[in-house]
Every structure is written in structure tokens, then in C-alpha cells.
């Protein structure tokens, strides 16, 4: 259907001129004179020009679209270059080249550029986009506009040429300090931590009040009748979870934009976590040690929504993989006394518990909002607010705490 309304319009131009031609040329045989004949022969070059631009073959531009722009952050400027040829030199006068893009980019800048192209046979557009949005845009093609001089004709040509582009996260380099250290007698606060690797026996030594009896070297007892302990490997462990909130707020985007600095502060350093990101669907990945599993977490972040609908307390009472969990950080912007107590119910081995409030800057906390923080720390857990540009200490105010 609205191929046959474009189609009409064409034709429309077409008769138009045609029909002016007439009218023309019939005024100056019956009418006379210099002003009736110079009317007519000076329309005659613009309605022939008209004319050959009606049959002129849009369909054999060539567009090509190079992105300047290799990676691309939340925030930040995307650039791509649209270049378009064409195999002759008719002159064309007012062209328009539009980028068609996904809606989610469509409130951001308008892609659009009129030129007087002349004879040429190759023209360049570069475009920039300002402070584009976190999220998986999509380039659909160009649409090309050509016009005669007073527009009595004009065409248009939809080129499809997709190109997907990502825009990840604006992350923070940030200093990270391993919130706990675990050892197999207890558990302490330390920048390191460490655990017995009991698959590794590197000696024996005297035993001592609580070694555990699977411990004891029994060919060792059975030489000398003196109780030996085997000596183990130490090596670090990390056993940190990540829980990200994706309950629809207004600093949403800086929840996701400081889960991706933690996680990737945790990676660098050679650690590792397990990371939850709790929404309409649930995307769980057991240990981000590498920098393909952070490419993994980084990519969900980057098409992730705040799209969980029911109250995230309700979410985690049943899940498993928290059920787990022994050192538990928290993103979220919004705490609440009921996921205070649902964790607790639901992390039946939690030792640590440290929450990320993400607030805006010189906000202002509420009388309610000071007597939840005192009631999570009544239940051992640390609350801590963190502003955008705090996110690169945040990992020193909780090992000042």
C-alpha cells in the first residue's frame, strides 16, 4: 500500500509537469507576445531537467557505512562515516541522506543531512551521536531523497544496510580490596584471602587441639605412636557474590554502571565472583575470573532493563546459587527492610554482607532511611551509599569500615 501511494506521488509530479508544459504553451500560442513566449522556454529547461530526474535510477547508489567508533561506553560519542557512489555524473541538486535507526536512538539526535550534490560521483557524511544511550542500538540503512528545484518531482530509496552496535557500560577504574578472607579454623578481614588446599599434602607437623582427624597422617602414627598432622598448600580463594537489583528506578543506569566497574575491578585483579542479576529472567554466572567471562557479564549488562516486577525479596527467597553464597555484595538503589530479612532466611551461610546504595549526589537521607541502615547493621551487615563520583573508592571506604 504504500509503495502505490509513493508510486502515485511520482506520478503526480510527473503529470504536473506535463500538464504545466501544456498550459504553457497553449497561453503563449493564443495570448502572444515576448512575456508569454519567454514564460514558456523558461520552464522548458527546469521540466525537461524534471522529467529526466522522474526516470533517473535511484536503485544503483551504492552505500557503504565505516564506524569510526570501535567500542563504545555509556555516555560517551559514537561516530560513523556513510559514503555514497554512484556510476554517473547526472547533476542532482537538493538531496537528502537520512540514517534509519532503532527506536531506542531515535529521541536521542536527528541523522539527517541535505546537500547540493552537483556532478559528483562520491559523497561523504559523517555523523556524530552525543551522549548515546547504554543498550543494543540497531543502524537499519539510508533513506536518499532527491528534488528537482521547486520540488515538483521527488524520489526516494531506502538502502538496508543493519549494523547492530553496542554500548556497554560507562565503567569506573576503581581500587579493589577482597572484602574477606576465609580460612578453613574461620573466618577474618584481611585484603587476602585464603583457604587449605586439602587435595595438596606438602608435609606433617605435631598435632594440635581442633585439626580435623581426616588431617592425621596415619602411617606416621602408626611408626612412632605420636600423633602427626598433614601440612597443606595454601591458596587463595575468593568467594564473593554479586547481586545486582534490576527494580525499575531513576539510577538505575548507575546500578548497572557500577556492577560492571566492581566486576571488572574483580577480574583485573585476579579474583573472582559469582554474579546474580535478578529481573524479568535470570542471568547467573557461577565465577567471572577471566576476561571472558567479564566480556559475558559486560554484555548482559549492556542489554540489561529494569524490568523486575515483583519485590526482589520475593525473588531470592528460593533461589539456590544465593543459597550459597558466604560474602554477599549487594547494588541496588533502593534497600529495603524486607530484603534485609529475606537474605538472611535465604543465605543460611552468609558471614559478610555489604550493600552498595547508589544515591545521587548531595542527596539527602530520610529519617526512614537512617533507621534501616541501623537495623541492617544491627543484623551484621554494612550499608554503605555511593555516589557516581565516589564509584572508584568504594572498595577503600569498606575496608575503612
Excluded at 46 to 61: C, E, V
Excluded at 119 to 136: L, N, Q, V
Excluded at 258 to 265: F, I, K
Excluded at 299 to 312: A, C, E, G, N, S
Aim: hydrophobic share 40%; aromatic share 12%; charged share 20%.
Amino acid at each position: 500500500m504504500k509503495q502505490r501511494l509513493k508510486r502515485l506521488r511520482q506520478l503526480k509530479g510527473f503529470v504536473g509537469i506535463t500538464v504545466l508544459l501544456i498550459v504553457t504553451f497553449v497561453y503563449a500560442m493564443f495570448q502572444g507576445g515576448f512575456v508569454s513566449w519567454f514564460l514558456f522556454y523558461s520552464i522548458i529547461p527546469l521540466s525537461i531537467y524534471s522529467l529526466l530526474l522522474f526516470f533517473y535510477p535511484l536503485s544503483k547508489l551504492r552505500v557503504e557505512r565505516t564506524i569510526e567508533t570501535r567500542k563504545v561506553f555509556s555516555g560517551g560519542k559514537f561516530s560513523a562515516t556513510v559514503q555514497v557512489q554512484r556510476n554517473n555524473q547526472f547533476p542532482l541538486m537538493y538531496v537528502s541522506f537520512e540514517e534509519k535507526v532503532s527506536p531506542s536512538l531515535v529521541q536521542t539526535a536527528s541523522y539527517k543531512r541535505i546537500i547540493f550534490w552537483g556532478m559528483k560521483k562520491e559523497f561523504s557524511w559523517t555523523y556524530e551521536i552525543e551522549h548515546i544511550p547504554r543498550g543494543e542500538h540497531v543502524l537499519q540503512g539510508v533513506t536518499i531523497q532527491v528534488s528537482d528545484l521547486f520540488g515538483w518531482v521527488k524520489k526516494e530509496l531506502f538502502i538496508s544496510n543493519p549494523k547492530t552496535i553496542l554500548v556497554f557500560p560507562n565503567l569506573t577504574e576503581m581500587v579493589y580490596i577482597p572484602i574477606e578472607t576465609r580460612y578453613d579454623q574461620g573466618a577474618a578481614v584481611s585484603r587476602i584471602q585464603a583457604m587449605k588446599d586439602t587435595s595438596m599434602a606438602t608435609g606433617v607437623r605435631s598435632y594440635q587441639p581442633g585439626d580435623r582427624v581426616s588431617w592425621i597422617h596415619w602411617k606416621s602414627f602408626a611408626r612412632t605412636q605420636t600423633l602427626k598432622t598433614k601440612e597443606f598448600e595454601d591458596r587463595q580463594s575468593q568467594d564473593l557474590f554479586v547481586l545486582m537489583d534490576q527494580t525499575p528506578s531513576n539510577l538505575f543506569e548507575e546500578v548497572v554502571d557500577l556492577t560492571g566497574s566492581v566486576l571488572q575491578a574483580i577480574v583485573r585483579n585476579q579474583a573472582s565472583s559469582a554474579f546474580l542479576s535478578l529481573g524479568e529472567t535470570r542471568f547467573f554466572i557461577p565465577a567471572v575470573q577471566s576476561e571472558e567471562h567479564l566480556q559475558r557479564a559486560l554484555y548482559h549488562l549492556t542489554k540489561v532493563q529494569p524490568d523486575l516486577t515483583k519485590p526482589i525479596e520475593q525473588v531470592i527467597l528460593h533461589d539456590e546459587s544465593l543459597a550459597q553464597a558466604t560474602s554477599l555484595l549487594y547494588i541496588t538503589s533502593n534497600l529495603t527492610y524486607e530484603w534485609i530479612d529475606s537474605v538472611q532466611k535465604t543465605a543460611s551461610n552468609l558471614r559478610v554482607c555489604t550493600c552498595f546504595v547508589v544515591k545521587q549526589k548531595d542527596a539527602k537521607l530520610l529519617k526512614e532511611e537512617h533507621a534501616m541502615h541501623q537495623y541492617a547493621a544491627s543484623r551484621g551487615m554494612q550499608v554503605h551509599i555511593i555516589t557516581k563520583e565516589r564509584f572508584a573508592q568504594v572498595f577503600l571506604e569498606v575496608s575503612r569500615s
